[in-house]
């Protein structure tokens, strides 16, 4: 089964710090997803990241956010100023095929603490 | 606009019971997915089933068997004989046609007690 990679996998900031998070998805794949759970709630779209763009993002994902591919391979999402109520897991997914946006694969996630 | 409830918040059973997990959802698409992802205490998401709206054959994996029902917009999850392992949060979701994004349900806590 393909692997989606995230890391770190815990994350603790102080509020008003940036965070990067990363993840290495399957390679090759042009389709890139994050998502975001607060504890014990339901996961929640972010962002949409297709050939290098944003294709499409949720009310969530204010100027707070960004998301790149920076060596193409890796792709992060970027907290510039943390809130509190930042603290979240956070998922990155990709398809099962490269091209395709169906099934798709979730990291493992990153759990991000803010003080 | 796209939903997805998923009326059970918690559920116990004991060990070796069947139990079913409702999932109901909204959309003016007539082109969709809908998935279930079981989230163990772990924390990932681990997946489950896909099925296509055009396809309501309902599918049996091992204890696990998916009941979807386009008529009452029902896309139901059924674990038989459930094992303490079944413990875990299940979410039903559902991704558009044009693939951009899950909406997820608010997830079933299942407790299964030996």
């Known amino acids: 089964e393909p692997e989606v990679t995230q890391t770190p996998s815990h994350q603790v900031t102080q509020m008003g710090q940036e965070v990067i998070l990363r993840c290495v998805p399957i390679?090759?794949?042009?389709?890139f997803y994050w998502y975001r759970q607060i504890l014990g709630q339901k996961v929640e779209f972010l962002v949409s990241?297709?050939?290098?763009?944003?294709?499409?993002k949720s009310e969530i994902f204010d100027d707070q956010f960004s998301v790149e591919r920076p060596d193409g391979s890796n792709f992060t999402l970027k907290i510039r100023s943390t809130k509190l109520e930042d603290s979240a897991m956070y998922f990155c997914?990709?398809?099962?095929?490269?091209?395709?946006?169906?099934?798709?694969?979730f990291g493992p996630g990153t759990r991000l603490t803010v003080l | 606009a796209q939903k997805v409830t998923q009326a059970q918040t918690e559920i116990s059973v004991v060990e070796k019971e069947d139990v079913t997990l409702d999932c109901v959802y909204e959309?003016?698409?007539?082109?969709?997915?809908l998935f279930w992802y079981k989230q163990p205490p772990s924390g990932e998401l681990v997946f489950l089933i896909r099925?296509?709206?055009?396809?309501?054959q309902n599918e049996i994996s091992g204890r696990y068997s998916w009941n979807f029902q386009k008529s009452t917009s029902s896309f139901n999850f059924t674990i038989t004989a459930s094992q303490v392992v079944d413990s875990a949060v299940y979410f039903c979701?559902?991704?558009?046609?044009?693939?951009?994004?899950?909406?997820f349900g608010p997830g079933t806590r299942l407790s299964v007690l030996p």
């Open positions: 390679s090759n794949h042009l389709y």
């Open positions: 959309t003016r698409d007539t082109t969709y997915y």
């Open positions: 990241f297709y050939n290098n763009e944003i294709s499409e």
């Open positions: 979701a559902l991704l558009k046609s044009d693939g951009q994004n899950f909406v």
């Open positions: 997914a990709t398809p099962r095929e490269a091209r395709s946006y169906n099934e798709q694969f």
């Open positions: 099925r296509n709206s055009f396809d309501e």
